[in-house]
């Protein structure tokens, strides 16, 4: 079995705690999200050097290695938009589909130490 692509709407969660990693919004102050994202990429590299870090959990979800990915190219689009809010008068942003970049990156086949490098 495949992973599905997600369609979910993600905005939900800056309303209310997601039940799958426990992140919750409405608590995290503005002062707070530089620290959390560093935290957040520090701890990819424990992680990423497990043997088990190619293997997926379960079928239907990504294994570390493909959410580090994820999470790796999330951080570079959140700069990358961030750089054109600030440079920009009214941008406008693509969307981002995480399931066709997944496959067209080939997360699963990346290497876990570049990656974490990457994350830090």
Same mark, same amino acid.
């Given at each position: =079995?495949?992973?599905?692509? #997600?369609?979910? *709407? $993600?905005? $939900? @969660? ?9 992140? /919750?919004?409405?608590? @995290? ?6 620290? %959390?994202?560093? #935290? ?7 992680? %990423?050097?497990?043997? #088990?870090s190619r293997d997926?959990?379960? @079928?239907?979800? $990504? ?9 790796? #190219? @999330?951080?570079? %689009?959140?700069? =990358?938009?961030l750089h054109r =809010? ?9 969307? $981002? /589909?995480? *399931?066709?970049?997944?496959?067209a990156e080939r ?11 990457? %994350?830090?």
């Amino acid at each position: =079995m495949a992973i599905e692509p #997600d369609t979910k *709407d $993600w905005t $939900w @969660v800056l309303e209310r705690r997601c039940p799958e990693c426990g992140f /919750d919004a409405p608590s @995290v102050s503005f002062d707070d999200v530089p620290g %959390l994202i560093r #935290d957040n990429a520090a701890a990819w590299p424990a992680i %990423l050097a497990r043997p #088990d870090s190619r293997d997926r959990p379960r @079928v239907d979800r $990504w294994s570390p290695l493909e959410y580090a990915c994820h999470v790796r #190219d @999330v951080f570079r %689009l959140f700069d =990358m938009r961030l750089h054109r =809010m600030l440079d920009e008068d009214d941008p406008t942003f693509a969307n $981002w /589909d995480q *399931d066709e970049t997944a496959v067209a990156e080939r997360y699963s086949e990346q290497d876990a130490v570049t990656v974490g490098r990457d %994350l830090v």
